[in-house]
């Protein structure tokens, strides 16, 4: 029986109107999924694997520089060594570094704490330590590279975050000598700041 204003037809409409949006819906999560990094030699889909719905126990399928920086060279690695990355941003690291943030624990274990940047990279942003550089804005004198720098030295401190060969303290050196344009990934490829902003992001979550 058809209630009194409300036709079968309209009825289909609604029920076509929801699937659609349903359609959206699902198309948008799959897109968000994936994010291509489009730039100089890194083109390459990061593949989000979320393994635990815990916050501080999710990880992300992830790669070494080499790979990202080769298309075919990244589908085998990923096939055959299945790397995971539990690396946190620099938002993470800045909050962290609060001693009254709850994440705190996670900055103490890494060491974080009065160290300069110029003693782990070897140059750059004088005087200034990770805490600092991670509170800086913009991307005046690399800023945004300094700060995902500084994130991902310190998820290196954390065990298990990032797989030795995905990278090591010497790789994110070499980053940011390499910062200008002359960071070589790979044979024949080079990457500037932005290049290696887009990759260090591929592995955290």
């Given amino acids: 029986m058809n209630m009194p204003g409300h036709s079968v037809g309209s009825e289909v409409s609604e029920t076509q109107a929801t699937d659609a949006v349903t359609v959206e819906v699902s198309a948008l999560k799959q897109q968000t999924r994936r994010r291509f990094i489009r730039g100089a030699g890194l083109a390459v889909p990061v593949i989000m694997t ?3 719905p815990s916050a501080l126990a999710t990880w992300k399928q992830c790669f070494a520089p080499s790979a990202a920086a080769s298309i075919a060279l990244l589908h085998s690695r990923l096939d055959r060594e299945k790397l995971t990355c539990a690396g946190r941003s620099p938002g993470f690291w800045k909050r962290a570094a609060n001693p009254t943030h709850p994440n705190h624990g996670f900055w103490l274990s890494a060491g974080g704490e009065g160290v300069l940047f110029s003693s782990v990279f070897g140059s750059g ?3 200034k330590t990770l805490k600092q550089v991670l509170n800086t804005t913009g991307n005046a004198n690399f800023a945004a590279l300094g700060r ?4 991902s ?3 290196l401190k954390i065990a298990g975050w990032i797989p030795p060969t995905v990278f ?3 790789d994110l050196v070499e980053m940011w000598n390499g910062r200008t344009g002359s960071y070589e990934p ?3 490829v080079t990457w500037g700041a932005g290049q290696i902003v887009d990759y260090l992001k591929t592995t955290m979550l």
């Fill in 50 to 52: 979320v393994q635990s």
């Fill in 125 to 127: 942003f004088d005087g």
């Fill in 148 to 151: 995902h720098l500084a994130a």
């Fill in 153 to 155: 030295y310190l998820n």
């Fill in 168 to 170: 090591t303290q010497s």
């Fill in 186 to 188: 790979t044979a024949g």
